[in-house]
């Protein structure tokens, strides 16, 4: 893998080439002290992640970030820099939300580089399909419907408005959401804790820095790609609903966390339950978006064999949607559990016992057929591994009867 960090500082480009000079991965690193050297140079090689500042003199890092996406869509695009405090740090990482990928901090301790760093490699290496290649890359939001997206915008430009209903409506759809997520785990705002829901990442991000994300070109653009009836028009002019997708997304959520709520006392493991719930089924989003005719295929071909859907992505596209969208989730910085449970929600659970990643695989089945652990050889072998295969039936009944009263 190839890296270009982009830094005006000759000191900060010497540390981070040392840095990784000491890592056992196989990491060619070039440097470039402003953004007109750096696209000369990516315009003559062939570089697989860029990492640039964004404070510099003359090309800043949002400018150099977005030229980088437009030209080189192929590129994992990290900024770096330090923390200003107040509205700054927050202003600064909206700004550079739509070309990033992820926002690291200055100094940036060695682990987080290099678990950046290794979460980039793993993206690069799941996406074997040139289109989805390019596309993954590209994109820094999901679709959202319009309904939504006005019904945000009224909120937030009421006097009346407030950090809980913002909150609310965001908690509603999975695009927004992980925007949200992915800018209040960033760097710049400064949280040692991870955030895991839409509630927590508004209060921290404010009022202020929400409403100049809702305002911004990409979460219009987001919004103005559905309409209102709830169908996106892909490439090839076919129609696919998105508003039946992020109803299940939601109702997963939903049931997950009435599933933690049986489980845990943990406050956290309700969070992580319902925003991985909702968030489980971004890679069908991103399939849809990106190939949109590959992806019907898969589809038809799911059903003629009579095999699930993501067994049919993994031929048509040597991936599916849970490992697409938990890497990218992943890149996005969103926290760990939140990855481990999207990835796992076909039911492929790491550990034992119970897991936000055990709630939400479970709520998906069980809204997907009534007798699910029959249908699905795979989760049932994990439940039973774990010891909550004999729960399975209390967990269902528990989560539609929080969906009725939702």
């Known amino acids: 893998m190839k890296l270009l960090i982009v830094d005006d500082e000759r000191h900060v480009l010497r540390g981070l080439s040392r840095m990784i000079d000491c890592w056992e991965q196989d ?3 070039e440097t470039a002290e402003d953004g007109e050297e750096a696209l000369r ?19 800043n890092g949002a400018e150099l970030l977005t030229r980088v996406a437009a030209e ?10 330090g923390q200003p405090s107040g509205h700054g740090g927050k202003d600064m990482v909206i700004d550079v939300a739509k070309p990033m990928h992820r926002f690291l901090a200055k100094p940036c301790p060695a682990d987080e580089l290099r678990s950046t760093l290794t979460k980039a490699c793993l993206l690069q290496s799941v996406l074997e399909h040139p289109r989805l290649h390019s596309f993954v890359t590209r994109i820094s939001s999901l679709p959202s419907t319009q309904s939504l997206y006005n019904e945000l915008l009224d909120e937030i430009e009421s006097p009346r408005g ?9 908690s509603r759809d999975p695009g927004m959401t992980a925007k ?18 839409p509630r927590q990442a508004v209060s921290l991000l404010g009022m202020h820095a929400v409403r100049k994300l809702v305002f911004s070109h990409e979460f219009r653009h987001a919004a103005q790609a559905v309409t209102e009836s709830g169908q996106k028009k892909s490439s090839d002019d076919r129609d696919f609903n998105v508003d039946a997708l992020m109803d299940h997304s939601l109702k997963v959520g939903l049931m997950a966390r009435a599933i933690a709520h049986a489980e845990s006392d943990d406050d956290g493991a309700y969070n992580e339950a319902f925003t991985a719930g909702l968030l489980h089924d971004i890679g069908k989003m ?16 799911a059903e003629q064999r009579g095999i699930p859907l993501w067994e049919a992505e993994r031929e048509v596209f040597g991936a599916s949607h849970d490992t697409l969208g938990a890497h990218l989730l992943a890149l996005w910085g969103l926290p760990q559990p939140i990855v481990d449970a999207v990835a796992a929600h076909h039911g492929e659970i790491a550990g034992e016992g119970f897991s936000p990643a055990a709630a939400v695989a479970v709520a998906n089945l069980a809204l997907h057929a009534e007798d699910v652990p029959a249908r699905d050889s795979r989760l049932r072998g994990q439940l039973q591994k774990q ?13 539609l009867l929080n969906l009725s009263k939702a």
């Open 27 to 29: 990491w060619i690193v």
């Open 41 to 59: 140079r990516l315009s003559a090689e062939h570089f697989d992640v860029v990492l640039t500042d964004v404070r510099m003199p003359g090309m």
């Open 72 to 81: 080189h869509p192929h590129m994992i695009r990290i900024a770096l820099s």
């Open 162 to 170: 407030t950090v809980g209903r913002v909150a609310e409506i965001i």
């Open 180 to 197: 949200v997520l992915q800018l209040a785990n960033s760097a710049a705002v400064g949280v040692r804790a991870p955030v895991t829901s």
């Open 286 to 301: 991103v399939l849809m978006e990106a190939a949109s005719e590959e992806f019907e295929r898969a589809r038809q071909l």
């Open 387 to 399: 010891g909550l295969y004999d729960r399975f039936e209390s967990w269902r009944r528990a989560g």
